[in-house]
């Protein structure tokens, strides 16, 4: 009730103000006054780090014994046909933002250029995605077996949530793959095979795993040349 009386006072005030100007007829000024409201937007984050806390790359023989021979700063020395390595790189994101992420792995070095009938590169080293190698079946292997382009595979796009304060948090949709965290582990096997002949002694295999991020809300098909945000290589 005391809302409808105070529109009817608006109202009878409003109506009480057109009649006089129209009978006095001449211009009016009024004091004035205004509020304003105030308001404070911080922009989002997004900050993709590295865990430095797991272990990025182990060499294991066909055995599937760990060597512990990883060097800081040569990788692997002595990498013989049959042996395998596994590459595993974790990534948080530390900003508040939910984000797009993706993952590049490249090789390069002497022995993707070996042409030797029969011995070339793609025969002689396999490349798997997200498997543990030691326990995976015939059938886990083929289907996660990556096929190169270039010398390069990209993975997946995923959506990963926010963290820390005002994070933003995402469901899963059907027109991308959630996980659910803010967080994503990525795990390569390179099998340097068996059958491999001497064309390959001395030669050398670079690999470097990339991840990027892209902003996820407003944003819903990622367009990866306008990259900006943090991105990083074994």
Do not use: C
Request: glycine share 8%; proline share 1%.
């Amino acid at each position: 009730m005391k809302e409808k009386r105070n529109k009817k006072r608006l109202l009878g005030f409003i109506f009480l103000f057109v009649a006089v100007a129209t009978v006095i007829g001449v211009s009016v000024a009024y004091f004035s006054d205004f509020v304003a409201g105030s308001g404070k937007t911080t922009a989002g984050t997004l900050d993709l780090t590295k865990d430095t806390t797991v272990t990025e790359l182990v060499h294991y023989n066909a055995a599937g014994t760990d060597l512990n021979d990883v060097h800081a700063t040569n990788g692997i020395e002595n990498f013989n046909p049959g042996d395998y390595a596994v590459i595993t790189v974790k990534v948080d994101n530390d900003g508040n933002k939910s984000a797009w992420v993706r993952d590049i792995l490249t090789v390069s070095g002497t022995m993707t250029s070996i042409a030797a009938l029969g011995q070339e590169f793609a025969n002689m080293v396999s490349i798997y995605e997200g498997i543990d190698y030691a326990t995976a079946t015939a059938a886990e292997k083929t289907a996660a077996k990556v096929t190169l382009t270039s010398n390069a595979y990209g993975g997946d796009e995923l959506v990963i949530n926010g963290s820390g304060t005002a994070a933003e948090v995402e469901s899963a949709t059907a027109s991308n793959e959630f996980i659910g965290a803010a967080t994503k582990t990525y795990t390569y096997t390179i099998v340097f095979e068996a059958a491999a002949t001497n064309v390959y002694q001395g030669k050398t295999l670079d690999v470097a795993l990339k991840v990027e991020a892209l902003q996820y809300r407003n944003n819903a098909t990622p367009t990866w040349t306008q990259v900006t945000a943090t991105e990083f290589s074994l």
